[in-house]
């Protein structure tokens, strides 16, 4: 069976189209805002992979988003750029509008919730007026672009004859893509397989639209709601990298990619992820959110290729089919984690950080990213993968506001720590001075000192990127400022270096939060 589809021309019911939505609905995470030059690395490196559509903001929100969208569907080509808007806003499907105006293809979304619960005490709004809603708020999204898609919030709750309803009449009024978001977790796969079953069924024009899953993991089940709904006939799943998103977040994009790819003897279905792009994606959006995966996460986690049983590791030694359902090297991972020293020039630094996923630096950030390796060479004997990674997250921070210039320290037992800490604070150079119980402490009064604010600590943890003395330490940083949640990362072979670090990407990411408006004035 093969479709007509504005974007993507004909679609074959073979053919997943993988919506990601880590600059939307991940980027909406406590902690995990980024500011304009991530979200375009993000963008860009997300296109590389080859996902199908990237869902990269909700432009009424604020400026900022509004520029973020805006300047990823100028430079981000190859996939379709989607913006976020309430059906009911016609301001939101403006400012979508707008803010896509020079993308290759374009998308809006628009979305208003349908089940009982949310229609009585989040809208107030009589179902009626509901399906109004979604029959203005399509059409005047099809004033701005062909590729519409319509989501019914909370439709996994929604009872199945409104929920018809509510799909026919988007259908009706323009939407090309329906999506069904099981938006707080709670289904099951059964389920999720028989709604989108009966939507097929039941709805009139049902085969003329791309039907969509957006499944949380609040009780651990996105992926496999994914799988289910895909059986049901959903022909496009939205996902993000990691898995981050709105609590417990949304359905992974390497997880859902890789079992369509490892059971395609069960799914018979095809996406076009260039799957071995998949960790050197997810090591991107760590190093830029300052959030890590833990080590068993799936497919990304360091230990998910790692055999530690002495029966395994025979195993896999005989025959590496006998423990490993897929390749290491299908998603990313390289045969040797050991890298380069001081004596290794540019080429083979560049082949190494091909070979890790990050094809696209500029030429500047690549020249800047070698300087830096060279610096870390000279400390340490050898220089690993993740020591690169680090180096490479760091190095994108280059346009933020504060910036780190100098740093000294005395510490020991006998007197307070003292710290001389020199910033460059919108170009402009600040020298501050002060001690502190023990040299982190020192370190962040002394960033207090030199740009005041309100924030407070939530957390500070620091690990160490690889093994042995002269590690890397990396930081973790979490501050807090009127309920906005941020968190950095800095990694330095000083400690007290990377804890400064840390907590200035912590602080220049609080500058871009304060940009945008707080949650209730954006209550649907
Ligand atoms: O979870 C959800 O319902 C959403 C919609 C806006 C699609 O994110
Ligand atoms: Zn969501």
Not at 284 to 301: E, H, M, R, S, Y
Not at 392 to 409: A, K, T, Y
Request: with cysteine.
């Amino acid at each position: 069976m093969t479709f007509q589809h504005p974007s993507f021309g004909t679609v074959t019911d073979d053919r997943v189209i993988i919506f990601d939505t880590t600059l939307r609905d991940g980027e909406q995470s406590p902690g995990f805002s980024m500011n304009l030059d991530e979200k375009l690395r993000m963008a860009r490196a997300l296109a590389e992979l080859g996902v199908d559509v990237i869902e990269a903001g909700f432009p009424v929100a604020s400026g900022g988003d509004f520029e973020s969208v805006e300047s990823i569907a100028t430079h981000i080509k190859g996939a379709v750029i989607c913006a976020l808007a309430r059906s009911g806003g016609v301001r939101d499907i403006e400012a979508a509008g707008e803010a896509l105006k020079k993308a290759e293809r374009g998308r809006i979304h628009n979305f208003i919730s349908t089940s009982p619960l949310h229609m009585k005490y989040k809208l107030r709004m009589e179902p009626e007026t509901v399906l109004e809603i979604i029959a203005s708020g399509n059409k005047l999204a099809r004033q701005f672009t062909d590729d519409v898609e319509w989501s019914a919030e909370d439709g996994c709750r929604t009872e199945p004859d409104f929920l018809c309803r509510a799909v026919e009449v988007a259908i009706k009024n323009g939407a090309t893509t329906i999506n069904i978001p099981d938006t707080v977790g709670f289904s099951v796969p059964e389920e999720i397989e028989a709604i989108f079953a009966m939507l097929r069924e039941r709805v009139p024009g049902a085969d003329q639209v791309i039907f969509s899953a957006h499944n949380h993991n609040d009780l651990g089940l996105g992926v496999a709601n994914t799988l289910a709904a895909l059986q049901g006939g959903a022909r496009q799943v939205e996902c993000t990298i990691n898995g981050i998103g709105e609590r417990a977040g949304n359905a992974a994009l390497e997880e859902i990619v890789m079992a369509l790819r490892t059971r395609k003897d069960r799914f018979g279905l095809t996406t076009g992820i260039a799957t071995e792009r998949l960790l050197g994606v997810s090591r991107l959006l760590a190093g830029i959110t300052g959030f890590d995966v833990q080590p068993n996460k799936a497919i990304v986690g360091r230990n998910a290729f790692a055999h530690e049983s002495g029966i395994h590791q025979d195993g896999v030694l005989k025959h590496a089919a006998t423990y490993e359902i897929m390749t290491p090297e299908s998603v990313g991972w390289t045969s040797s984690s050991m890298v380069l020293g001081k004596h290794s020039g540019r080429a083979a630094f560049r082949d190494k950080l091909k070979a890790m996923g990050y094809a696209d630096l500029s030429e500047e950030a690549f020249l800047d990213a070698f300087r830096r390796f060279k610096d870390l060479a000279d400390q340490k004997k050898v220089v690993f993968e993740d020591d690169i990674r680090a180096l490479i997250d760091e190095g994108g921070r280059v346009n933020e506001r504060i910036q780190l210039i100098d740093l000294s320290v005395q510490a020991g037992t006998v007197h307070p720590s003292k710290i001389v800490l020199t910033l460059s604070i919108d170009g402009q150079t600040k020298t501050v001075e002060t001690t502190g119980n023990g040299p982190v402490d020192a370190v962040f009064k002394a960033i207090g000192l030199a740009c005041p604010h309100q924030a407070t600590l939530g957390l500070f943890s620091v690990a160490n990127v690889t093994q042995g003395t002269d590690a890397q330490a990396l930081t973790t940083v979490r501050l807090e400022e009127n309920g906005r949640l941020v968190d950095g990362q800095g990694a330095d072979v000083d400690t007290v270096v990377s804890a400064a670090r840390a907590y200035l990407h912590a602080l220049n990411k609080l500058l871009v939060k304060r940009q945008r408006k707080a949650p209730e004035e954006l209550a649907s």
